[in-house]
Structure formats: C-alpha cells, structure tokens
C-alpha cells in the first residue's frame, strides 16, 4: 500500500517562506506524477503544483513566481518551496502522487499539512 508522508507545515508570518516536502514508499514502481494541493476553510481543494517524472511542471496562476515545486526521483519526494507567503495561502496541503505506466491511473493522497499565514 503506498504510504504518502508529508512535512513541512507552520505558522508563518507574511513575506515569510517554508519548504513542505513529501515522501512516497510502498510500491516497487516510483510516482509517474506528484503534486501539491491544498484545501482553504469553506473552499474547494485546488491544484497548487504538479510535476511528471519526465520533469514537466505547472502551477497554479496564483503561485507562479512565489512557489517552486522539485521531486527527487531517487527518493521517491517532493518539494514544494514557498516564499513570498501572503495570509491567501493559509489552508491545508495535501501531497498527490499517480501511479500508472499506461491507461488509468492510481491517485494516492497524503494525510496533509497545515500552513497559516499571519498578517
């Protein structure tokens, strides 16, 4: 069963930055892709940034220029750096990871991490 283990929450001030990371174990195979959502009081859970074993990323308008998403394919992890931090991005993130190598894939999700951001 594939385990998703993320790190990184906390409190933090605006302008401040922090560095979420997530481990995935559990299969032989490693993610074909991994990302990062997160899930604001009230709101619906959105893509915040997504990255393919091959390297492709994207990222949500919102993030772009603030956040930057990397994955250690050795490790089966996932990073996401975040600075720049304004009291908008307070919600819970929650790692992703598909696996596959063809047709449908097997969405796993972590239990998530809590970033605040005081004003």
């Known amino acids: 069963q594939v385990q998703l283990v993320e790190s990184g929450g906390d409190l933090v001030q605006a302008g401040g930055s922090l560095r979420l990371s997530c481990a995935a174990s559990?299969?032989?195979?490693?993610?074909?892709?991994m990302g990062w959502y997160r899930q604001a009081p009230g709101k619906q859970r959105e893509l915040v940034a997504h990255?393919?074993?091959?390297?492709?990323?994207n990222y949500a308008d919102s993030v772009k220029g603030r956040f930057t998403i990397s994955r250690d394919n050795a490790k089966n992890t996932v990073y996401l750096q975040m600075n720049s931090l304004k009291p908008d991005d307070t919600a819970v993130y929650y790692c992703?990871?598909?696996?596959?190598?063809?047709?449908?894939?097997?969405?796993?999700w972590g239990q998530g991490t809590q970033v605040t951001v005081s004003s």
């Open positions: 992703n990871a598909q696996y596959g190598s063809s047709g449908p894939l097997t969405t796993y």
């Open positions: 559990g299969s032989i195979f490693s993610p074909r892709a």
């Open positions: 990255v393919t074993s091959g390297g492709g990323i």
